[in-house]
């Protein structure tokens, strides 16, 4: 095993990119903020794209304040949200990759369902449905002739990889959220592939996580001022996969809630979970780090928050998201449920309006006033958090004894105590920056600089990063 060393994360989030750098040794671990740039998708006409060049300008203004910092850096690795690409023509993108709340996905749903049932599909690839899962976007791309000049995809980690380093590939544990890798042997699934009228010379090498891609190229390291080689690896590149790396379970019986603008609930297996039950409940078997799998249910996440809260700001209100929390902690009396899965609130707008009009559709009280609005959506989240843990510990056949929640929803005191209340277990929330840890230990260990399973990363995670606990109130 080496001496400590440092590595850069590149994480992408929906909202904003990061570059972190993580120093880590046998026995130590630590990171710290470079650079911070936001996420601002872009409508043109009617499609809502991800401006993916000014986040590749970000994460090259982060890497470059990283060199500064840590001139003897030793590799790069990119983490992102899953599901979206970019389509290829050689070595060039063809467009900005399209986002996956744009609503384009209709009628590709319909003829991936034409030509496969939901039922076999699941038994596939083990997915949760999904509107804009990949392969439903690749539908709609084909209906509308959009493949026709293409002769490659890349998903956002793997894309901004290829242009660090040159290299094509397609990291294993995003690649499983497309819908066309096979639950059963991890491979592209080519009968699959060919059905969907997919030219399969379209998808590049699977790899896992762990893997050296190359060293970065050297006209882009002379952009961010490197002096010497750094080393592109592949991590966990759905961030949800990097940060349950980051997860300190010291227990099989510890469930996960990463919690962000979208929040996955699950639990992690050895095996696939692929019964008629799981399918009916929408849980997804997606690829974990270390062949592991990650059994999970997506739910709408702080997104219902973040959009209410820009919704508030356009109409000129403002305010101060602690302290509108901390008056929602203080809310008496009914607190309206919702289904904050329900499908009206999946794209940009109105949030508020749009819950008030399910609650008027549902026959629910409205939440009457600003502070109702947000101690209902967090108690809704608290519940749906019980719910899908409950299920997911019943399908798989598993006990859930505490419950950990990372990411920037383990910031929000509010939902993890609601959460504890809900499910009527410990709580421990913690490590906020859970994707970069994991995209940085995942570095390390391929740099020699940790060794061991995930569990040991896991320990040294728990003893670097003390998480909060919260009690079930009495």
């Known amino acids: 095993m080496s001496a400590a060393g440092t590595v850069a994360a590149v994480d992408f989030g929906a909202s904003s990119g990061r570059v972190m750098l993580g120093h880590v040794g046998h026995n130590e671990l630590s990171i710290r903020s470079v650079a911070r740039f936001p996420n601002n998708p872009v409508r043109i006409a009617d499609r809502l794209h991800w401006n993916i060049l000014d986040l590749y300008r970000g994460a090259l203004g982060g890497l470059r304040a990283a060199v500064r910092e840590e001139p003897t850096l030793c590799s790069v690795a990119v983490d992102s949200w899953a599901v979206d690409y970019a389509l290829m023509r050689g070595d060039r993108m063809l467009g900005n990759p399209v986002h996956y709340r744009d609503e384009r996905t209709v009628a590709g749903v319909r003829a991936v369902h034409a030509e496969i049932s939901p039922a076999d599909l699941y038994g596939r690839n083990g997915l949760q449905f999904l509107p804009f899962n990949s392969l439903y976007q690749l539908a709609a791309d084909g209906l509308a002739g959009n493949l026709n000049g293409a002769d490659g995809l890349l998903l956002i980690p793997d894309l901004i990889t290829f242009w660090l380093t040159g290299e094509k590939v397609a990291e294993r544990t995003n690649a499983s959220t497309t819908g066309l890798v096979n639950v059963a042997d991890g491979q592209w699934d ?253 570095q390390a260990r391929v740099q020699g600089l940790v060794t061991g399973s995930l569990e040991s990363l896991r320990a040294l995670v728990a003893r670097a990063f003390a998480p909060r606990q919260y009690d079930p109130a009495t």
């Open 190 to 442: 080519e009968d699959l592939i060919t059905r969907l009228g997919l030219p399969r010379a379209m998808f590049p090498r699977l790899v896992d996580a762990g893997s050296r891609v190359g060293p970065v190229q050297a006209r882009v390291m002379a952009e961010f001022g490197a002096s010497r080689t750094i080393e592109a690896v592949t991590v966990g590149s759905h961030d949800t996969a990097s940060a349950v790396v980051a997860v300190p379970m010291t227990s099989e019986t510890a469930a996960y809630i990463s919690s962000g603008t979208w929040s996955l609930a699950g639990v992690e297996l050895a095996a696939p979970v692929l019964s008629d039950a799981s399918r009916a409940a929408n849980f997804t078997n997606e690829a974990g780090v270390d062949g592991r799998v990650r059994y999970l249910r997506n739910v709408m996440g702080l997104w219902l928050l973040s959009e209410s809260m820009r919704t508030w700001e356009q109409s000129g209100t403002s305010y101060d998201l602690p302290g509108l929390l901390a008056q929602a902690g203080v809310v008496t009396g009914q607190v309206t449920i919702f289904d904050v899965d329900d499908p009206g609130f999946l794209t940009p707008g109105d949030m508020p309006t749009r819950i008030r009009e399910y609650c008027i559709e549902h026959d629910l009280q409205p939440p009457r006033t600003h502070v109702d609005l947000v101690r209902s959506i967090v108690e809704s989240l608290a519940a749906a958090y019980a719910h899908t843990l409950q299920l997911a510990a019943e399908l798989s056949g598993t006990r859930v004894s505490v419950v950990h929640i990372v990411g920037g929803g383990s910031q929000n005191e509010l939902l993890c105590q609601l959460t504890a209340n809900r499910t009527g277990l410990t709580v421990l929330a913690g490590p906020v920056e859970a994707t970069a840890i994991g995209n940085v230990l995942v």
